[in-house]
């Protein structure tokens, strides 16, 4: 059993930074890799980056690539992401992620969800 619990999200202007942390509990040995993923008003869950959890693979979608940056911090079982430059369109709640899996980006191979964390950055 995993537990996923996010944190960080908040209400920022364009052009700012936040930190989304997401720490896993229970039975984290099953993990292969770490996502987060997100979902705007009216749209899908939409793949933002993984990580493995050694940290030695990582991947981006090209609409936050060069802005966000996934961590991993194993003495603290914990995955972040750092988000810079934020844009209005960036605005979504933010889910993490885990997979006992090999990692793809799409939704269905992530097998353990957190409950989400909402950014909103304004115009």
């Known amino acids: 059993q995993v537990q996923l619990v996010e944190a960080g999200g908040g209400l920022v202007q364009a052009g700012d930074s936040l930190r989304l942390s997401c720490a896993a509990s229970?039975?984290?040995?099953?993990?292969?890799?770490m996502a987060w993923f997100r979902q705007a008003p009216g749209k899908e869950r939409a793949f933002v980056a993984f990580?493995?959890?050694?940290?030695?693979?990582?991947r981006y979608a090209d609409a936050v690539k060069g802005r966000f940056t996934i961590s991993m911090d194993n003495a603290k079982n914990t995955v972040y992401l750092r988000m810079n430059s934020l844009k209005p369109e960036d605005t979504a709640v933010y889910y993490c992620?885990?997979?006992?899996?090999?990692?793809?980006?799409?939704?269905?191979?992530?097998?353990?969800w957190g409950q989400g964390t909402q950014v909103t950055v304004s115009s």
């Open positions: 992620a885990a997979t006992d899996f090999v990692p793809i980006t799409v939704v269905d191979r992530w097998n353990h």
């Open positions: 990580i493995t959890w050694n940290g030695g693979r990582m």
């Open positions: 229970g039975s984290i040995f099953s993990i292969n890799a």
